[in-house]
């Protein structure tokens, strides 16, 4: 404007002649005006081109704002859902886009994930339309006069009657493509300033982008359902086997209380069993001493009377030496029903005096460092495990020495009775061989005591027998001590049995 009335001022002043022409021109020369004119086209030139590009510079402005409110948009969106449309919205609404559709997926199959109105968005049929895979190969965006549906069915199926359409790919950065944005102009006019490609290329990359960061973090979150639920099913399943341990462990304990009171039933029993048998040997040693033994003994004063007064009766000599013989039996007999000198003299010389009158051809040795004598019970107990073991070195070993030892050990009384006979294979099973039930006898009267017992051996190697009992107090004894039952003591003592013999 300034341009043509400067222009207007120049003419006019020349023609009033403020303004001096050429010299060489005269009055009512056109040249001057000429020249003006010629400078003014081309300052208007210059000004309309400034314009323009005052006017695209302010446009890309306007655009880049829209940018970045459509990446704060994206920014802020709730999620992967919002994304597509956000981006429909922006271009429509910056550039004026009539139609337009989001097509991708997660799954990589194109569906239609936004779309404006008038776009059928059920008419996407499964599969790829050519122009998809045209962009999707260059990595640019396409232009379109029109869609030939015989060549892409599904764009055409979206825009009916197209015309000008935008085909953009949507690409994960330097990635995998993900899908496409299509956009439609309509109009005439065919092109579209190759800024506003640009733009709309940036608009969905930026899209793409936060799409493709929504879909993952969606794919993190659902994997972190998947862990959490699989967490808290866990944490029940653990909770439920909690409850079932804390239910079988009071079962197991019941059992096991159960088990041990039955265990101790038996050992009641047992015990009770081998104090009656104990008992009931005693018995039968004082009634064999108090009857048949003194009547023996009397028989054969008797006979000593007789052939003092029948010297000639030689006959009554030998019928003294037979009730001789048949006493000293009975002494034995005595002995092993119930040995006094258990009771008299400890566990260590009851073994010794057994080893002594056991015909046992080995040399032995008995080593005694109990401190102190054990309870009558533990005593006998001992003493009968130790006169089966060695019964059987006796019996199967062929050993040339029998080693026996007496220590206190444990709070208890350890007694290891070893030979260096033949030894032979245990059998590993608790079940005694029919016929033979010494060792399963040692065990279990240990056992019952509340004590252990091993046996050791090895074929060529001897055996080794080991107890361990524990020290137990002095029980009220129904069987007589020394001292209370002096009488039966004196009757069952082999020394007695000797002075009366
Ligand atoms: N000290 C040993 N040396 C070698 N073999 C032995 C010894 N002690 C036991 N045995 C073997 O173990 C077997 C079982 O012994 P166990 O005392 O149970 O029965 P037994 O002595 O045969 O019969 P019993 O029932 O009269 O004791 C014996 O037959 C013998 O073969
Ligand atoms: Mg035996």
Not at 15 to 37: F, K, N, R
Not at 43 to 71: H, N, P, W, Y
Not at 219 to 244: F, P, Y
Request: net charge negative; with cysteine; hydrophobic share 45%.
């Amino acid at each position: 404007m300034w341009h043509t009335t400067l222009f207007l001022l120049v003419v006019g002043s020349i023609d009033a002649g403020i303004v001096e022409g050429s010299a060489t021109h005269g009055p009512g020369s056109a040249a001057p005006t000429l020249a003006i004119a010629g400078l003014w086209l081309v300052a208007l030139g210059t000004a309309t081109a400034a314009a323009a590009s005052e006017r695209q510079l302010r446009r890309q402005k306007v655009d880049l704002a829209s940018l970045s409110a459509m990446v704060a948009r994206l920014d802020t969106s709730d999620g992967a859902e919002e994304i597509p449309g956000i981006l429909l919205e922006e271009l429509c609404a910056t550039f004026g886009f009539e139609r337009g559709v989001v097509l991708a997926s997660p799954e990589g199959d194109l569906r239609v994930l936004a779309a404006t109105d008038h776009v059928p968005r059920e008419a996407l049929a499964p599969g790829l339309d050519p122009l998809i895979e045209r962009v999707w190969t260059d990595r640019a965006p396409r232009l379109v006069r029109e869609i030939d549906p015989a060549i892409d069915p599904r764009l055409g199926a979206l825009f009916p009657g197209s015309r000008n359409l935008l085909v953009v790919p949507l690409f994960h950065e330097g990635g995998h493509a993900l899908g496409a944005v299509v956009v439609e102009r309509g109009g005439t006019t065919s092109g579209l300033r190759r800024w506003v490609v640009s733009m709309v290329a940036q608009f969905v990359a930026h899209a793409a982008l936060a799409l493709h960061n929504a879909w993952l973090t969606e794919d993190r979150e659902a994997q972190l359902e998947t862990i959490r639920g699989l967490e808290r099913q866990l944490r029940a399943h653990n909770l439920e086997l909690e409850v079932k341990v804390a239910e079988r462990t009071e079962e197991l304990r019941e059992t096991i209380q159960h088990l041990q009171d039955v265990d101790e039933q038996r050992r009641r029993l047992l015990a009770h069993v081998v104090q009656a048998a104990e008992e009931e040997r005693r018995r039968i040693a004082n009634d064999i001493h108090d009857d048949p033994v003194q009547k023996m003994v009397v028989l054969k004063m008797r006979l000593e009377l007789l052939a003092k007064a029948n010297p000639d009766l030689p006959e009554l000599d030998d019928a003294r030496d037979a009730v001789l013989g048949t006493i000293r039996s009975m002494r034995h007999m005595l002995f092993d029903l119930r040995p006094p000198i258990l009771d008299e003299e400890g566990l260590g010389p009851a073994l010794r005096y057994f080893l002594d009158n056991s015909e046992i051809d080995a040399a032995w040795a008995v080593e005694d460092e109990l401190d102190t004598e054990p309870s009558t019970q533990t005593r006998v107990i001992l003493y009968r495990i130790a006169q089966e073991a060695l019964t059987n070195a006796r019996k199967h070993a062929h050993a040339d020495e029998i080693s026996v030892k007496l220590q206190d050990r444990d709070g208890g009384v350890w007694m290891g009775i070893a030979d260096d006979g033949v030894g032979y294979t245990p059998e590993g099973s608790v079940v005694a061989e029919p016929g033979h039930l010494g060792i399963a006898a040692m065990r279990e009267r240990a056992e019952m005591a509340g004590g252990w017992c091993t046996l050791r051996s090895l074929p060529g190697a001897g055996t080794t027998l080991e107890v361990w009992l524990p020290m137990e107090e002095e029980a009220d004894q129904h069987m007589p001590t020394v001292d209370e039952g002096e009488d039966v003591a004196m009757a069952v003592s082999p020394m007695r049995i000797d002075r009366i013999a």
